[in-house]
């Protein structure tokens, strides 16, 4: 076969990895990642991406422009999506198309981005393969569990003080950080994963203000912007603080303790009469955050909630177990193995 995953954003590439190694290692098929360059995509952070995920000789770096006539001319047998545009339908004229979403978060966008038709979308759980195939039922949807958590389900490396915080880049907790946070929860080691947007957009510039006064603590590790798999993170930390994020899920589908960092600061455009923009950016899916998480409604709370989780690891242990079945569906290590049957099968 001839398997092109189209890496429109670089993040997309954990998603990726564990499903195109499986392919790799049939010298029977090509494999190509293709990054999409434009306004938001630099050049040298695709590079240093490419670099140090040591997929150079795999990897195509094309102008947002040049992506369809690319694939037209080429005619892989399967593109491979993170995320659908307008455009994906095109493809469907030269080639088979695979939708393996990025994320399993709880905004809007994790079913309405199946409007856009492709040949297949690869699915995490009975929940969201019912739901969507209720929204879409001419669509094509398998339920495979999500391939990112593959390589790191039978690994852990936390020292019982290590906590992880990664916020989404909107709505995100991170403004009502303190900027001494480190010193007032000096017991504990922090690591620090912030979403590539977070880096990349300008509207979100006080996110990286925040992480150059708290590199300076002997506490904290930064994770540079071009490090895209937060799951070595997660392997190596006992507690994660996030807030409205897909890796809440990952978390808990590692058997760890999560707080809920139920807190953000809103652009104005999300306030008050226009609050309801919020609720429709996000999913009802959200409800879970509160079923499986140590919620804090303030920076203030979240002292208590990480020595109750480092106390408790097995806080709201049986509401994890039940949400990973319902939402991340297969945890079995054979989700990219799934994946790729299905691909030799259909081609």
Same mark, same amino acid.
């Given at each position: 076969?001839?398997?092109?995953?189209?890496?429109?954003?670089?993040?997309?590439?954990?998603?990726?990895?564990?499903? $195109?190694?499986?392919?790799?290692?049939?010298?029977?098929?090509?494999?190509?990642?293709?990054?999409?360059?434009?306004?938001?995509?630099?050049?040298?952070?695709?590079?240093?991406?490419?670099?140090?995920?040591?997929?150079?000789?795999?990897?195509?770096?094309?102008?947002? $422009?040049?992506?369809?006539?690319?694939?037209?001319?080429?005619?892989?047998?399967?593109?491979?999506?993170?995320?659908?545009?307008?455009?994906?339908?095109?493809?469907?004229?030269?080639?088979?198309?695979?939708?393996?979403?990025?994320?399993?978060?709880?905004?809007?966008?994790?079913?309405?981005?199946?409007?856009?038709?492709?040949?297949?979308?690869?699915?995490?759980?009975?929940?969201?393969?019912?739901?969507?195939?209720?929204?879409?039922?001419?669509?094509?949807?398998?339920?495979?569990?999500?391939?990112?958590?593959?390589?790191?389900?039978?690994?852990?490396?936390?020292?019982? /003080?290590?906590?992880?915080?990664?916020?989404?880049?909107?709505?995100?907790?991170?403004?009502?950080?303190?900027?001494?946070?480190?010193?007032?929860?000096?017991?504990?080691?922090?690591?620090? /994963?912030?979403?590539?947007?977070?880096?990349?957009?300008?509207?979100?510039?006080?996110?990286?203000?925040?992480?150059?006064?708290?590199?300076?603590?002997?506490?904290?590790?930064?994770?540079?912007?071009?490090?895209?798999?937060?799951?070595?993170?997660?392997?190596?930390?006992?507690?994660?603080?996030?807030?409205?994020?897909?890796?809440?899920?990952?978390?808990?589908?590692?058997?760890?303790?999560?707080?809920?960092?139920?807190?953000?600061?809103?652009?104005?455009?999300?306030?008050?009469?226009?609050?309801?923009?919020?609720?429709?950016?996000?999913?009802?899916?959200?409800?879970?955050?509160?079923?499986?998480?140590?919620?804090?409604?303030?920076?203030?709370?979240?002292?208590?909630?990480?020595?109750?989780?480092?106390?408790?690891?097995?806080?709201?242990?049986?509401?994890? /177990?039940?949400?990973?079945?319902?939402?991340?569906?297969?945890?079995?290590?054979?989700?990219?193995?799934?994946?790729?049957?299905?691909?030799?099968?259909?081609?």
């Amino acid at each position: 076969m001839k398997v092109f995953f189209d890496t429109q954003e670089s993040y997309y590439l954990a998603q990726f990895l564990p499903v $195109a190694s499986l392919l790799l290692n049939d010298q029977n098929h090509e494999v190509k990642f293709i990054f999409h360059q434009n306004e938001d995509n630099d050049l040298n952070h695709i590079k240093k991406v490419i670099d140090q995920s040591l997929i150079s000789e795999h990897s195509i770096i094309l102008k947002k $422009a040049q992506v369809d006539d690319f694939y037209k001319l080429q005619k892989p047998n399967w593109i491979i999506l993170g995320n659908t545009s307008i455009s994906s339908e095109k493809y469907l004229n030269h080639s088979k198309t695979a939708l393996m979403q990025h994320g399993i978060g709880p905004k809007s966008c994790t079913y309405s981005v199946s409007r856009i038709k492709t040949s297949v979308r690869f699915v995490e759980g009975q929940h969201r393969l019912n739901r969507l195939k209720s929204m879409f039922p001419d669509q094509k949807f398998i339920d495979t569990g999500f391939a990112k958590l593959d390589p790191y389900l039978n690994s852990n490396n936390s020292d019982g /003080k290590t906590i992880l915080y990664a916020p989404t880049f909107f709505p995100s907790s991170i403004e009502l950080f303190p900027d001494n946070f480190p010193d007032l929860l000096k017991d504990y080691n922090f690591i620090i /994963k912030l979403h590539s947007f977070s880096f990349r957009k300008d509207k979100y510039r006080d996110h990286v203000k925040k992480l150059k006064i708290w590199s300076q603590y002997s506490n904290v590790e930064i994770v540079d912007s071009y490090q895209i798999n937060i799951l070595p993170f997660m392997n190596k930390s006992d507690i994660l603080i996030s807030d409205a994020s897909s890796v809440m899920f990952e978390f808990i589908a590692l058997g760890k303790p999560l707080i809920w960092s139920n807190f953000y600061k809103l652009r104005w455009s999300y306030r008050g009469p226009l609050k309801y923009r919020l609720k429709r950016r996000m999913d009802t899916d959200q409800e879970f955050f509160r079923k499986i998480s140590y919620e804090c409604n303030s920076f203030k709370e979240l002292n208590t909630g990480i020595q109750e989780l480092m106390k408790n690891p097995n806080y709201k242990l049986e509401a994890r /177990k039940e949400i990973v079945n319902k939402l991340v569906g297969k945890v079995d290590g054979q989700c990219s193995e799934r994946i790729v049957t299905y691909l030799k099968e259909n081609l």
